[in-house]
Each structure stands twice: as structure tokens, then as C-alpha cells.
């Protein structure tokens, strides 16, 4: 069994900065892919960054510039540096791997239980 816990949530101004942590645990045996997602009240969730094992990085539009991702493969962590955020990036942000377990072959998609990011004066 493998499961993602999230931390670095909170209260923010805007302009501000917070940084957000997500942890894989349990009996893993490989991660390939790891992201963030969002998902404001009443919309969608959405694809706000995401790293593969390479290194290579994908942002959304809206954060382009503004967020940074970034995985301590060691420590099978992956990480949203967020910058100069705005009241629009309020929503609960929810951490997504690829994770093969150990004595399996299929990758699964796992998902934490998200941390609430809120941006407001």
C-alpha cells in the first residue's frame, strides 16, 4: 500500500509566497511522474505543474513563471514552490504520482487528500 500526504498550506497575502510538500510512502518500489493539481470551489481540477524522473517539467499557463516544481527522488518528495501569488490561486492543491509498488508491475495513480491554499488580503 503507498499513500501521498501534502503539507505547506495556508493563509497567504497576496503577492506572497508558500511553499507545499508532498511525501510518498509505503512499500514502493518505483515514481515516475509527480504532480500538483488544484481544484477552486465550483470548477474543475486542473494540472497546475508536473515532473517526471527525468527532471523534465510541465506548468500550466497560469502559473508559468510564478510556481516552481521541483522532487528529491531520495526522499520520494516532490515539491510546489509558489511565488507572487494571487487571490485566483485560492483552491485545495492535491499532490498525484505514478507509483509502481513493490511485487507489482502496473503503475498506479495515487492522489493525496490535498492541502487548502487560500490567497486573500
Known amino acids: 500500500q503507498v499513500q501521498l500526504v501534502e503539507s505547506g498550506g495556508g493563509l497567504v497575502q497576496p503577492g506572497g509566497s508558500l511553499r507545499l510538500s508532498c511525501v510518498a510512502s509505503?512499500?514502493?518500489?518505483?515514481?515516475?511522474?509527480m504532480g500538483w493539481y488544484r481544484q477552486a470551489p465550483g470548477k474543475e481540477r486542473e494540472l497546475v505543474a508536473r515532473i517526471i524522473s527525468g527532471g523534465n517539467t510541465h506548468y500550466a499557463d497560469s502559473v508559468k513563471g510564478r510556481f516552481t516544481i521541483s522532487r528529491d527522488n531520495a526522499k520520494n518528495t516532490v515539491y510546489l514552490q509558489m511565488n507572487s501569488l494571487k487571490p485566483e490561486d485560492t483552491a485545495g492543491y492535491f499532490c498525484n504520482a505514478q507509483i509502481t509498488a513493490v511485487a507489482t508491475s502496473t503503475p498506479l495513480s495515487v492522489w493525496g487528500q490535498g492541502t487548502l491554499v487560500t490567497v486573500s488580503p
Open positions: 509505503g512499500t514502493i518500489f518505483s515514481i515516475n511522474g
